[in-house]
């Protein structure tokens, strides 16, 4: 098991950049794969970006590819979400996740760990 906390959240306008960190405890955050999620209001989780766990692989939903970007730091047991050129859509919920296996899932169910959350409002 791995407790992920989320942090760097907040309200900005459209075309502004948020940098959401989530922090891991425990000794082997490098065997987890991460995922970033989103739920708005209303609206099921969804997957917006995964990383492998030694970082060379990427996956992003479609709506950020050129906009989001993905990275971890294993030495600091942290997993990143870059957000530029934010916009109102984006407006969420965001959760990480880590699973213990080895490729980058979009499914919700294939995470068994979840971090709380933390709120990304962008105003337009």
């Known amino acids: 098991q791995v407790q992920l906390v989320e942090s760097g959240g907040g309200l900005v306008q459209a075309g502004g950049s948020l940098r959401l960190s989530c922090a891991a405890s425990?000794?082997?955050?490098?065997?987890?794969?991460m995922g970033w999620f989103r739920q708005a209001p209303g609206k099921e989780r969804e997957f917006v970006a995964g990383?492998?766990?030694?970082?060379?692989?990427?996956d992003y939903t479609d709506s950020v590819k050129g906009r989001f970007t993905i990275s971890r730091d294993n030495a600091k047991n942290t997993v990143y979400l870059q957000m530029n050129s934010l916009r109102p859509e984006d407006t969420a919920v965001y959760y990480c996740?880590?699973?213990?296996?080895?490729?980058?899932?979009?499914?919700?169910?294939?995470?068994?760990?979840w971090g709380q959350g933390t709120q990304v409002t962008v105003s337009s």
């Open positions: 990383i492998s766990r030694s970082g060379s692989n990427t």
């Open positions: 996740a880590a699973r213990s296996g080895q490729n980058i899932v979009v499914l919700t169910n294939f995470y068994a760990n």
């Open positions: 425990g000794r082997t955050f490098s065997s987890y794969t």
